[in-house]
């Protein structure tokens, strides 16, 4: 086969060399089902010819919302098959946001998971005269936890959907309609692809609240893929599990790296159904955000604290040996002599146990999507699990440094990829370049102007690269929050939806690199004294209403009802109410009365790091 200048290329190249090669495999009622690469190309060369069949035109755009599963690669390979541009969206974004970005991608078709997805697009089918089909891969959703409407189970046959039955087809009939188109078609497709042409348009939350469209083409994917395979130790025999969100573009690169590499990949079940998965189908390779760490560590910690004195005390010895060893390796030395054999002993007394969780046959992970804490990674190396951080954007294709199995630093991201060029710019900000960057923002000139001045991409976030090539990342220039899942989160839109109740003056939305999202209030004065006299509350000043219990229950009550018209991550779980408003005489807020981020804060550091403690 000639050179590999698409994604397609990759992927036509993968599956014709290794056929019968085992590579996507579920958890399916109860047993683990894979499908080799034949099978899935079949599946999806079969939706790419139904997609044709329905009139889908090279270049035309196709909406993927769905949980990961092997049904999204499946679909997301039948729309590059036929040419067409993927949009992938959350499966957790609300219907708003996903009806903007089915109108601002001129989305043609979409590709759905289920009827909750299904019923986004139909409260919108008169705003999006460009939608002419949308296509579900099942006709009944189970929910993990109740939707809005209270409900657990969502059926086709539910969802009022009159005069659009012409609108809704199930992939089985996708499939069949695409009968008369023939292999040559899609040969004739993948030929006309330029690689300079779009493969996806991720959209990435920006500071004004709308997503931007960022545009990747084949080319870019192609690059990035190449350079992260060098840089990573992934094989063929090895299998990953992916848990991620497809719509990041993290994930994504990790499936095309898969195809690259012909590594099976594994889906499990569920989120719900991590930790059972995990130990069920043993991965040798998990890509994953702080969050899973976090959680798991968070276990091990309190199952060494209830197993009793002496187990906790064994515990204690064998991590303090794996400290030792960990400091050793390091620095590219193994241990020798009695420490070696101390670390058998921790490993049998205790490792074994910890990385049993992840299966028992993990040789490493990879974080990203936001920041990993240096302790984490210690300690998780002590237990004989390396965790290799790397770091970048949608807009560089996911990664853009990373530590490598050979070459590691905790505490930083990592070098940067092979054919990626890093600067640090006078006032701190991290710019890159390389063949990996977007061609630029979807409808928006402007913002690609901006963002990419001088050739370099301007990235937002203030980092140093130390004397050995490392870079760390030590602040963010944009207010944008990167949650411990990794989602993105524009504060100023919560805050001001926050802030449309009468009750509230300023909001401080909180939670960069924290397992949730909480938030600093004030109240205002005449608002609640009226309502506090309305209640017959007795006060004498507005700070005492702040540490009411009635004046926090009603500021509660509010929250939980604008809780409700958000997406799950960016719910705000805790909060505290300031005893006075922010001012400008003080510092918080500018003279045109925007909040200044930093140093409100910088006064609350304390306030807001008891959010996250066990004793809140």
Known sequence: ???????????????????????????????????????????????????????????????????????????????????????????????????????????????????????????????????????????????????????????????????????????????????????????????????????TIVYTSGTTGRPKGVVLSHKALVFEVGTVVGALDVREDDSVLLFLPLAHSFAKIVYFMCIGVRTEIIFPESIATLVRDLGESRPTVLPSVPRIFEKVHARILQGARENGALKRRIFEYALAIGHEVSALQQHGKEPAGLLLYKQKLAQRLVFSKIQAIFGGRLRGCISGGAPLSKDLCEFFHACGILILEGYGLTENCAAATINRPDRYKFGTVGRPLDGVDLQIASDGEILMRGRNLLTGYHNDAAATSEALEGGWFHTGDIGEIDADGFLRITDRKKDIIVTAGGKNVAPQNIENHLKSSPFLSQVLLYGDRRKFLSALLTLDEEAIRKWADDHALTYNSTAELTQNASVYQLIESIIAEKNRTLASYETIKKFAILERDLTVEDGELTPSLKLRRKEVTRKYQDLLDSFYSEHY
Request: aromatic content about 6%; some cysteine; hydrophobic content about 45%.
């Open 1 to 199: 086969m000639s050179e590999i200048r698409t994604v397609v290329d990759l992927f036509e190249r993968a599956a014709a060399e290794r056929p019968q090669r085992a590579m996507l495999r579920s958890r399916v009622g109860g047993s683990w089902q894979s499908q080799t690469f034949a099978q899935w190309r079949e599946r999806s060369a079969a939706w790419a010819k139904g997609l044709i069949a329905l009139g889908h035109q090279p270049g035309d755009r196709v909406l993927l919302i769905s949980n990961t599963c092997s049904d999204w690669v499946v679909a997301d390979m039948a729309i590059l098959l036929a040419g067409g541009v993927t949009v992938p969206i959350y499966q957790s974004s609300l219907a708003d946001e996903t009806r903007y970005i089915a109108a601002d991608s001129g989305a043609r078709f979409a590709i759905v998971e289920d009827p909750t997805q299904v019923e986004k697009l139909l409260l919108s089918r008169a705003e999006l005269p460009r939608l002419d089909k949308v296509i579900y891969f099942k006709d009944l959703a189970e929910l993990d936890r109740p939707d809005a409407q209270g409900r657990r189970r969502v059926a086709l046959c539910d969802i009022p959907k009159s005069d659009v039955q012409d609108w809704l087809l199930d992939t089985t009939a996708l499939g069949a309609s695409g009968r008369a188109i023939g292999d040559e078609t899609l040969r004739e497709r993948a030929a006309a692809i330029d690689p300079a042409e779009a493969a």
